[in-house]
């Protein structure tokens, strides 16, 4: 039987509403794909664009963002700022030439249990489709080092 | 004399990709790195300098130097001792820079054996310059176009190919097997530079460090690295332990050396914030003094090799030849006043 | 000597004789033909500042040495700068992130007919639309006739590339990014860089290792873009200082580029103005 290709999606939640949205749709028993590892912040706005770039670096296939919807935000204006800065970095990294698609920045709410629950099996699909992200190390190796093999 | 066909020398690389890592001139969009080669037409073979120098194969920009595996118990492993390396179109200046960081790293103890590895698996084949180019000027410090110091053959390209010098027993083994021809050969004189600048001695040097000079010659630099990452001599680096995968209950680190350089404003500070040279007047000033006083003082030989790629990158035109002339005359005219 | 090196050598002349500056930062001839920049603090020496379409780096950078006090008990320096219209820019830029203040600078400004990188001209000078400062004190006008194009295209490229596949882009940067030496000279040589430990280099925050790796060289190059959206004033002085010849600025223009159709916005339009990434509008809601 030939393997399929599983995904790694990083994905960051906030606190206060995707977090809890998420918890809603385990204790509602909704099941969602394993692929997805989840980083719990207080706020979307506290999700640097860097950590996306960094997990995109380190081996992620996919990232998602999920918020507050706007207007919401525990803290008032997190997502607000997450919103531009997701704008600009969202295009910046499809320019490098990791995939629009790979990026998911969305707004989840705590009683969003199986919204929750479509939004990551949509994208993990999404992601699975489009394929594995190969970021080469070193493009002139010509012979495997140790610290390749190691690692 | 030996000589080498072109077509000899393309297949010499070819029988020597098969039993070693074959090194040459690689052009990456303008800019000539030496980069590992499988066949002698991925090489650039009419060049004037490599961009990079070559040590950056005996002194990586960056290498492992331990691997550190912690789980229940920390078990550390010591870098391999590098596969031979054979480098074709080294200058004879780069072959130079050598033997000045041997005497830091190997000269005495401690030796630093990770150097000492690439050193002892390292031929080198160089290729003599046929003239000195705009920025060089090797013999102002020592050098010359068809120096052997350093080699383990020279090639000097003649009509049809190159005249051959085998110079070490390295050199010999290298040429196991290549169809070497004997020619009656004329070597062609490279053409050197005129008018340059008179390298004082590191005494003299000592007698201007306070000299009003060092603050007007660093209003303009912008304290990045570029000189010193081309620079042939430069030998100073970081090390840090870097992570590199954490698997369920163990953790894999690398103590990575990374080249650093003394002109970055943080180079110096130490903990607590204290920076002993915090300005780029001490900076810069320090940059020219290892070469000219503290090397030579503490190793022997001046750690400037004359090839000019610090002139050629500097993004603000600071220029190595400018301050030697600019020493010599600060110190004609401090003589004359004396 | 040409008319605008009369013009700036009179006018750095004046500046430093009824000394309202202590230092004016202009262009000098050096070897092969080459240009650099040079920090006058005597009349004597003026006669050295020329200006031509080499000097292409944005000596607005070297601010960020004058902007403290010159010891104790002592003022902030005042200082002249020869500049372009996209350097000038960056003045308003480090005014309105209270790094400077105008009080203290004296600009020359230049008329700008274009420069150029490594002898080839520059796209953004080829469409740019601006030759004449936002602000200064001095116009040095230009010798040579400006043509301004009536459209501005200088995102053509960008635009070409955003039609490749997403691999050919990989493919493209990471063979870009392999040649870089992380010699931070693109950072050094941008006004907007001025942290005093750049991300690129904390170890207490692990952004990234010190190999030279691609993927590092990767994160630093986002990184730094990223960093500079909204900032960035596309004055190409990374690219000019960059000892690889990089394409570094094509980054910067996607970013600005893309914040200028989503928000209008050009950096150092005026130094009343809040960094963009740093505020938010609360009904906007954008597609992301």
Redesign the interface.
């Known amino acids: 039987m030939a393997e399929t290709f599983e995904p790694k999606i990083v994905s960051f939640l906030c606190n206060w509403c995707s977090y809890a949205g998420a918890d809603l749709a385990g204790t509602s028993r909704i099941e969602y794909p394993q692929n997805i590892r989840i980083i719990r912040v207080p706020c979307s706005g506290r999700v640097d664009?860097?950590f996306v770039?960094?997990a995109f670096?380190?081996g992620a296939d996919g990232v998602m963002v999920l918020g507050c919807h706007?207007?919401d935000c525990h803290y008032q204006?997190g997502n607000?700022?997450a919103?531009?800065?997701?704008?600009?970095?969202?295009?910046?990294?499809?320019?490098?030439?990791?995939?629009s698609d790979r990026l998911y920045?969305d707004w989840v709410s705590a009683s969003e249990g199986k919204r929750f629950a479509e939004v990551v099996t949509n994208f993990t699909q999404r992601v699975r489709k489009i394929g594995p992200l190969v970021?080469?190390?070193?493009?002139?190796?010509?012979?495997v080092k140790?610290?390749e093999v190691?690692? | 004399m030996k000589f080498i066909s072109y077509k000899t020398r393309d297949q010499w690389v070819k029988n020597l990709s098969a039993k070693a890592?074959v090194v040459a001139p690689v052009d990456s969009k303008g800019k000539i790195i030496y980069?590992?080669i499988?066949s002698a037409d991925e090489a650039v073979w009419n060049f004037e300098k490599t961009d990079l120098p070559a040590k950056t194969w005996y002194f990586p920009m960056t290498e492992?130097i331990l691997?550190i595996e912690q789980g229940k118990q920390t078990k550390l492993t010591e870098?391999?001792v590098p596969?031979p390396v054979v480098m074709f179109g080294v200058r004879p200046c780069d072959a130079r820079s050598g033997l000045i960081l041997d005497e830091l790293f190997i000269g005495k103890p401690p030796i630093d054996r990770q150097y000492a590895n690439h050193r002892e698996t390292l031929t080198m084949i160089g290729l003599a310059c046929s003239e000195m180019w705009e920025t060089c000027f090797c013999t102002a410090v020592g050098g010359a176009p068809d120096s052997h110091d350093g080699l383990d053959i020279l090639l000097t390209e003649v009509e049809g190919g190159y005249a051959l010098e085998v110079l070490t027993e390295k050199g010999n083994k290298a040429i196991d097997g290549v169809a070497i021809e004997e020619k009656d050969l004329k070597i062609p004189e490279a053409t050197l530079r005129e008018g340059l600048p008179v390298v004082r001695n590191s005494k003299e040097w000592s007698t201007l460090f306070n000299d009003l000079y060092w603050k007007e010659l660093s209003n303009s630099c912008i304290s990045c690295r570029a000189c010193a990452f081309v620079c042939p001599t430069c030998r100073c680096y970081d090390v840090r332990d870097e992570l590199?995968?954490i698997k369920p209950g163990v953790k894999?680190y690398?103590r990575l050396r990374a080249w650093d350089t003394c002109t970055m404003a943080g180079y110096r500070r130490i903990a607590g914030g204290h920076n002993p040279r915090e300005t780029t007047e001490k900076r810069l000033r320090n940059r020219f003094y290892c070469k000219f006083m503290y090397y030579p003082e503490d190793f022997g030989p001046i750690a400037c090799i004359g090839c000019g790629r610090c002139i050629e990158v500097c993004p603000v035109g600071i220029n190595i030849q400018e301050i030697i002339a600019q020493v010599d005359h600060l110190l004609d005219t401090a003589a004359v006043k004396a | 000597m040409t008319k605008m090196d009369e013009g700036i050598r009179a006018a750095a002349r004046q500046l430093l004789e009824e000394s309202k500056v202590s230092a004016v930062i202009g262009y000098e001839l050096a070897d092969k033909g080459r240009v650099r920049p040079v920090v006058i603090e005597r009349t004597e020496d003026v006669d050295r500042l020329i200006w031509n379409e080499d000097c292409n780096l944005n000596l607005v950078n070297y601010l960020h040495q004058r902007k403290m006090p010159a010891g104790k008990d002592q003022p902030i320096p005042k200082t002249a700068l020869v500049i372009r219209p996209c350097d000038v820019r960056a003045v308003n830029l480090l005014i309105s992130e209270q790094q400077i203040k105008r009080e203290n600078l004296k600009i020359i400004g230049i008329q700008c007919a274009g420069t150029r990188i490594n002898k080839k001209a520059r796209i953004t000078c080829s469409f740019c639309q601006e030759r004449i400062p936002v602000d200064y004190d001095v116009l040095i006008e230009s010798d040579k006739p400006i043509e301004i194009p009536t459209e501005s295209d200088g995102f053509a490229d960008?635009q070409e590339?955003?039609h490749w596949t997403?691999?050919?882009?990989?493919?493209?940067?990471?063979?870009e990014f392999?040649r870089c030496i992380r010699c931070y000279a693109c950072r050094q040589a941008c006004p907007g860089c001025y942290c005093f430990e750049c991300?690129a280099e904390q170890v207490d925050s692990h952004?990234?290792s010190i190999a030279m790796?691609?993927?590092e060289k990767?994160?630093f190059h986002?990184?730094r873009?990223?960093h500079l959206?909204?900032r960035c004033v596309l004055c190409g002085a990374c690219e000019a200082a960059c000892p690889m010849n990089i394409p570094l600025s094509k980054?910067n223009r996607?970013?600005a580029r893309?914040?200028l159709e989503?928000f209008g916005y050009k950096t150092g339009d005026d130094p009343k103005h809040a960094p963009?990434?740093a505020c938010?509008?609360?009904n906007?809601?954008?597609h992301?």
Do not use: C
């Open positions: 664009p860097l770039v960094k670096l380190d706007p207007g204006q607000y700022h919103q531009r800065r997701y704008l600009v970095m969202h295009k910046l990294m499809d320019f490098i030439g990791v995939e920045i970021i080469i190390r070193d493009p002139h190796a010509l012979e140790l610290d190691t690692a | 890592r980069k590992q499988n492992p691997y870098a391999p596969s590199v995968t894999n690398e | 960008i590339m955003e997403a691999e050919e882009r990989l493919a493209y940067w990471t063979e392999d991300v952004w990234t790796k691609v993927p990767m994160f986002v990184m873009a990223y959206a909204g980054l996607k970013v893309d914040i989503s963009l990434l938010f509008d609360p906007e809601r954008l992301i």
